[in-house]
């Protein structure tokens, strides 16, 4: 059995008489890819501030790579490496001096040589001479997560790595996260992209209004959830309003013209069927339809009721120290 990287317990927070975290509490596994999920403001990024000893826990135990995250403070920055703020890339400098600013900070043996080993590790070679600003937007990801490796940390926190990429630069993420847990290190992630927690974690948490509601793998969660769901995509937004106003308690997608709809498990065939009958009595039709077993989307709507549209986190720790 392998040891804990994390451990949490009774964790509690809140910004100016709001709570944020209630009581979580979950275990990380060394060598292994653990995912946070749940709806904006459901206290993810909290929960990792207070990992990295960004933010002091109000409550609970907390140990990250068998150290107290308030009394062995220097011990956890120490084998903790953090990304997903853009403001850690200093665009006026180029990708070799914002790995160097890294290395010389945290005072890396032979700088210059770990330097160019990261370079060439994340195909950063041909653009190290260029300024960060001058990078597109998969170039300057690798060059996060590449100065996150600086001092190559045992623990290591991805906050939402690939939001804003094109699919072919979130799937070479995807390889590099993998890469990472092959050579033994801990990858803590949260995502807004449920794909890339069925592909990436071994093990999931999912947080709901500053609780864990759920925990295992993908699989295991999936299995809570029965049914399937019916995905139709339509030719322009009129009909997709007006599909949506035929299928009341649909989920709709204006970017992809697409609704969403659950399916009792026990009459998938004939509900389906219905769906398409009740749209061609109106005059709908769908361009796409197609049915698909329970994802981790389904999973966060059906455990916390929300599908990303809470704000309560933010707005908690702008009145409680005026963070964003």
Not at 246 to 257: F, H, I, Q, Y
Not at 279 to 303: K, Q, T, Y
């Amino acid at each position: 059995m392998r040891r804990a990287a994390i451990s949490v317990s009774g964790l509690r927070k809140a910004y100016g008489g709001r709570l944020v975290l209630d009581g979580v509490g979950f275990g990380v596994a060394e060598g292994s890819v653990f995912a946070l999920l749940g709806p904006k403001g459901a206290g993810k990024t909290t929960t990792v501030d207070v990992l990295t000893t960004l933010t002091r826990p109000d409550a609970g135990t907390v140990r990250v790579a068998g150290h107290d995250v308030l009394t062995a403070t220097r011990q956890v920055r120490a084998a903790v490496g953090a990304t997903g703020r853009p403001a850690a890339v200093d665009d006026l400098l180029t990708g070799r001096e914002n790995l160097r600013v890294v290395a010389d900070r945290k005072r890396v043996p032979c700088g210059d040589r770990a330097v160019a080993r990261l370079l060439e590790r994340f195909d950063l070679v041909e653009s190290a001479d260029r300024p960060a600003a001058a990078c597109c937007g998969g170039v300057r990801r690798r060059l996060e997560l590449a100065m996150t490796l600086v001092g190559d940390p045992r623990i290591v926190f991805l906050d939402e790595p690939t939001t804003g990429l094109d699919p072919r630069a979130r799937h070479a993420m995807w390889g590099i996260v993998r890469e990472l847990v092959a050579d033994g290190t801990t990858v803590f992630l949260t995502t807004r992209y449920l794909e890339e927690a069925d592909q990436l974690a071994d093990q999931i948490a999912v947080l709901g209004r500053g609780r864990v509601v759920a925990r295992g793998t993908p699989e295991e969660l999936r299995r809570r959830i029965s049914g399937t769901h019916v995905r139709l995509r339509f030719a322009d937004l009129y009909e997709l309003d007006a599909a949506a106003r035929v299928l009341a308690g649909s989920t709709r997608n204006d970017a992809e013209l697409t609704l969403r709809v659950r399916v009792p498990g026990d009459a998938e065939s004939g509900a389906a069927l219905a769906l398409l009958t009740r749209l061609d009595e109106h005059g709908i039709g769908a361009r796409e339809f197609s049915v698909h077993s329970p994802d981790l989307d389904d999973i966060v709507l059906a455990l916390t009721g929300e599908r990303g549209t809470g704000h309560g986190e933010a707005a908690a720790r702008r009145s409680g120290d005026g963070r964003a």
